[in-house]
């Protein structure tokens, strides 16, 4: 069967949360001209066996390389890949078929060259200042209407002749952001994907700093831009005094992020771990 579009998913580490999303997407009937392809990089424990051991009706095709990049990873799984559109999916996020079959059709439909479903932030467990950040966050549309942020997006084939390689020691969905402009992009009115967010301030700092590509880099002008419009928007939804406390904690991670860091940028996955 000629797969209609790939679906790829980079895998380091991700035995505890792997299965979750093989498992959802199973029992929702991912169609099988859908082609998954698991990238397996530098891992160190049974990520391969989990995804491998799964089998139908999915079949994924579970490759391993030996680096831990995610950015690697991507390139290894658009190598492989052989349809179009294509999704870019995290191993520690949930999505449903239905969705990604929406976003399928909104990107045969065009205009747009990029898309994703609709998100959803799952912050039981997480500190306090950590559910004040994605409540301002979750409040304000201009944010939670951003390509990036789900931990899957999908592009078309024009889409995804807009680069070339994923490039190391980025935020991969950013990076892919960057690349569209906001008429080229569309937020799919669907199951959402569901996003656990981190649980500790720590660990929310440490995935801020990934975002916003820190590490001796600086961002480019259209991120500036847009970090500037967004952060007067997350402001204008976040005006209430009851959301007040909110919007402060959100200012005072996205500042803290953006602060020169001791570490140099790294080709290693760097990500939260407090919800795996």
């Not at 981190?198 to 820190?214: E, H, I, K, M």
């Not at 997350?234 to 005094?241: E, I």
Request: aromatic share 6%; glycine share 8%.
């Amino acid at each position: 069967m000629t797969p209609r579009a790939s679906l790829i998913l980079p895998a380091h580490d991700e035995a505890r949360v792997i299965g979750r999303l093989l498992d959802r997407l199973s029992a929702g009937g991912l169609s099988p001209d859908i082609e998954v392809i698991v990238v397996a990089n530098g891992c160190s424990d049974d990520t391969v066996g989990v995804a491998t051991r799964h089998g139908a009706p999915l079949d994924a095709r579970v490759v391993h390389v030996t680096r831990p990049s995610k950015a690697g990873a991507l390139n290894e799984g658009d190598r492989l890949a052989s349809a179009f559109p294509r999704v870019y999916l995290d191993a520690d996020v949930e999505v449903d078929p239905e969705s990604l079959e929406a976003v399928f059709r909104a990107l045969g439909r065009g205009p747009a060259l990029a898309a994703r479903p609709t998100l959803r932030y799952l912050t039981e467990g997480g500190d306090p200042f950590v559910r004040a950040f994605y409540r301002a966050r979750q409040r304000t549309p201009e944010l939670v209407g951003q390509l990036w942020g789900a931990g899957c997006y999908a592009v078309s084939e024009l889409g995804r002749s807009r680069w070339g390689e994923f490039p190391e020691g980025a935020a991969d969905d950013l990076f892919v952001a960057e690349q569209f402009d906001p008429h080229e992009v569309a937020i799919v009115e669907s199951g959402p994907v569901l996003v656990r967010t981190p649980r500790t301030s720590r660990a929310l700092l440490r995935t801020l700093r990934r975002v916003y590509g820190l590490g001796g880099t600086t961002d480019p002008p259209r991120t500036r831009s847009r970090s500037s419009s967004a952060l007067r928007a997350l402001l204008r939804a976040n005006a209430a005094p009851t959301c007040w406390w909110d919007a402060a904690v959100y200012v005072a991670f996205a500042v803290g992020a953006r602060l020169p860091s001791r570490r140099s940028g790294a080709t290693r996955w760097a990500r939260d771990e407090t919800t795996r």
